[in-house]
T-cell receptor, first 114, second 107 residues
Framework: SAVISQKPSRDICQRGTSLTIQCQVDSQVTMMFWYRQQPGQSLTLIATANQGSEATYESGFVIDKFPISRPNLTFSTLTVSNMSPEDSSIYLC???????????FGSGTRLTVV | DAKTTQPTSMDCAEGRAANLPCNHSTISGNEYVYWYRQIHSQGPQYIIHGLKNNETNEMASLIITEDRKSSTLILPHATLRDTAVYYCIVANEKLTFGTGTRLTIIP
């Protein structure tokens, strides 16, 4: 199955700053997804990252707050902009894995905003 | 995507089969049933998925009712390492997570 590397694994950031999270996959994938998991909650889909086009955002998430890049079929970034303590969450990327006919998840980025 | 209903929590004795139910009465014909689990602070782990036939792999079995309105995930011999939150998801493209079932394996 696909192997996903997410960086950083964790970070503590000051409010008002931005953090860019990287997601690297060891194989070419068509669809990449970004999720947020707030403390004690389930996962919420932020957006679908499409190669060569703009990301598709879910209700409640906007590009200005969570800009996404997808420069090629193995890489994507999610930026959390102008952070506030409410953005403290685990952010995860996921890909459709043709090898297992399912979705594989990265280990996540644990973000704390102070 | 269709929604699912799962028990909030379940306990199972170590070594016994753990049977996790899921209702998905509004599932569409082209939607698959996926099961994932999340062990504390880790990314979700794929377990199994199916469309309408029962499926089995090295981790678990998935039993889907004939009308596809419900399914059961079976962990045949639960171990302490199976303690996790288990998510049942119906989807054909993107995964929408519900609240899942917190399964605790009791020694």
């Amino acid at each position: 199955s696909a192997v996903i590397s997410q960086k950083p694994s964790r970070d503590i950031c000051q409010r008002g700053t931005s953090l860019t999270i990287q997601c690297q996959v060891d194989s070419q994938v068509t669809m990449m997804f970004w999720y947020r998991q707030q403390p004690g909650q389930s996962l919420t889909l932020i957006a679908t990252a499409n190669q060569g086009s703009e990301a598709t955002y879910e209700s409640g998430f906007v590009i200005d707050k969570f800009p996404i890049s997808r420069p090629n079929l193995t890489f994507s970034t999610l930026t959390v902009s102008n952070m506030s303590p409410e953005d403290s969450s685990i952010y995860l990327c996921s890909v459709w894995d043709r090898g297992q006919s399912g979705y594989t998840f990265g280990s996540g980025t644990r973000l704390t905003v102070v | 995507d269709a929604k699912t209903t799962q028990p909030t929590s379940m306990d199972c004795a170590e070594g016994r089969a753990a049977n996790l139910p899921c209702n998905h009465s509004t599932i569409s014909g082209n939607e698959y049933v996926y099961w994932y689990r999340q062990i504390h602070s880790q990314g979700p782990q794929y377990i199994i998925h199916g469309l309408k036939n029962n499926e089995t792999n090295e981790m678990a079995s998935l039993i889907i009712t004939e009308d596809r309105k419900s399914s059961t995930l079976i962990l045949p011999h639960a171990t302490l390492r199976d303690t996790a939150v288990y998510y049942c998801i119906v989807a054909n493209e993107k995964l929408t997570f519900g609240t899942g079932t917190r399964l605790t394996i009791i020694p």
